[in-house]
Nanobody, 120 residues
């Protein structure tokens, strides 16, 4: 039933790198955009990176130059390469897919989240 599954989270030291993956399955709608959000303790969920169907990307200022979102259409997977991680990056990271159903219109899918913890 789960259609977006994140993986790749973990605990690491500041300055390290991590690559998150999000595999989409059983999504038959047209996917407009895929994105990564994160939610740090005591804070609201934040959009940090998104990629459109056409491949255009956008990043939150907090991660520009450090994070890269990409996707493999053949595998229906979106990635988030995170470099030079900082303690401020500690959060639960969520994959998101914004889709359009021919029957119901906009449908948004969320992954369960994967924890990223960066120690100083």
């Amino acid at each position: 039933q789960v259609q977006l599954v994140e993986s790749g989270g973990g605990l690491l030291q500041a300055g390290g790198s991590l690559r998150l993956s999000c595999a989409a399955s059983r999504i038959f709608n047209s996917i407009n955009t895929m994105a990564w959000y994160r939610q740090a303790p005591g804070k609201q969920r934040e959009l940090i990176a998104q990629v459109s169907n056409g491949g255009s990307v956008n990043y939150a200022d907090s991660v520009k130059g450090r994070f890269t979102i990409s996707r493999d259409n053949a595998k229906n997977t979106v990635y988030l390469q995170m470099n030079n991680l900082k303690p401020e990056d500690t959060a639960v990271y969520y994959c998101n897919a914004d889709t359009t159903s021919s029957l119901t219109g906009r449908v948004v899918y969320w992954g369960q989240g994967t924890q990223v913890t960066v120690s100083s």
